[in-house]
């Protein structure tokens, strides 16, 4: 099953990142997760774990946006003196994000299921952070456009979290050496990753 996800703007935090806030180029495999969870209206994180999933992103363009960050560090009012800092944020923009689940799964066909009848959900659907609102999810039986894919590289040149279980994740997490690879057309199942 291939879930294709429209998300207009986006930012995947890194989190080592600080002062210059950088993206991820795609959607991390716990983001995606979490997604599929909110879209679904399931509320117990640990319900489809260990789930396997395969991710491919369109290119996007990415912008850098200045923002105000505020901070508590002495005792003058928030946003005023040292409590407030100028920050550097990249953004990406028109990313297109399919989702590969195996068939026969029981989150497969949770999420056929929301598809054909949608559920009440807790507030915006979104792919992370609140702000990185979806404009539209649909099932589809192939990718129709040029992609890339995350694939498990012991010298990858990112690092990402693969534990959605919040007692376990610190950081990264359970965490794997990533990079991305050109997905020609045609070619299917997607490479996955276990989420744990």
């Not at 703007?9 to 599929?36: E, H, M, S």
């Not at 990406?92 to 929301?114: C, S």
């Not at 039986?141 to 959605?164: F, N, P, Q, W």
């Amino acid at each position: 099953m291939f879930i294709k996800v429209c998300v207009p703007n986006a930012w995947y935090r890194i989190p080592d990142q600080r002062a210059f806030r950088k993206t991820y180029p795609f959607a991390p495999p716990t983001t995606v997760y979490g997604f599929l969870l909110s879209y679904i209206g399931e509320t117990d994180v640990k319900r489809y774990l260990p789930c396997k999933i395969g991710i491919a992103f369109t290119h996007s363009y990415k912008s850098t946006i200045l923002r105000t960050q505020h901070k508590y560090k002495d005792n003058s009012p928030m946003g005023t003196g040292k409590n407030r800092r100028p920050m550097l944020q990249e953004l990406l923009g028109r990313q297109h994000i399919y989702i590969y689940l195996e068939d026969e799964t029981a989150l497969a066909k949770a999420v056929a299921e929301a598809y054909a009848v949608p559920k009440e959900r807790f507030g915006v659907l979104s792919m992370g952070e609140s702000f990185n609102m979806v404009d539209s999810v649909d099932i589809v039986s192939e990718i129709d456009e040029d992609c890339k894919v995350i694939i498990s590289d012991l010298h990858g040149e990112y690092i990402v979290g693969l534990s959605a279980d919040a007692d376990r994740a610190t950081g990264y997490g359970n965490g794997m050496c990533v990079t991305t690879a050109i997905w020609e057309k045609g070619n299917d199942p997607l490479p996955v990753m276990e989420v744990s």
